[in-house]
């Protein structure tokens, strides 16, 4: 499987921001697909999540703000960041794997920069 992903820039806060990520490859190994992020200095950690079937799970972190959706047809995952902060701020993954648990064994993408200005 190999990831593309999109839309990463920089923004003030309060304001939105979205990120885009297509799948290619094997279809049984992006049914889950989703996001991590690692800001400077801390550890790479998880953001958002689907599934084909629509099933969801985010960070409480995020919870409110962002809101993950996928086009299946695609195989294309969108993150919608609104009411960004200034904590935003990372190197955003896109991740596709068979289960939203084993996600983080799955594929990676190269990583897209959001920076979000105070």
């Known amino acids: 499987v190999q990831l593309q992903a999109s839309g990463g820039g920089f923004v003030q806060a309060g304001r939105s921001l979205r990120l885009s990520c297509t799948a290619s490859g094997s279809i049984a190994k992006t049914v889950a697909m989703g996001w991590y992020r690692q800001a400077p200095g801390k550890q790479r950690e998880p953001v958002a999540f689907?599934?084909?079937?629509?099933?969801?799970n985010y960070d409480d972190s995020v919870l409110g703000r962002f809101r993950i959706s996928r086009d299946n047809g695609a195989r294309t995952v969108y993150l919608q960041m609104d009411e960004l902060k200034p904590d935003d701020t990372a190197v955003y993954f896109c991740?596709?794997?068979?289960?939203?648990?084993?996600?983080?064994?799955?594929?990676w993408g190269q990583g897209t920069l959001v920076t979000v200005s105070s």
């Open positions: 689907i599934t084909t079937s629509g099933a969801t």
């Open positions: 991740v596709a794997g068979e289960t939203i648990a084993s996600v983080h064994k799955g594929a």
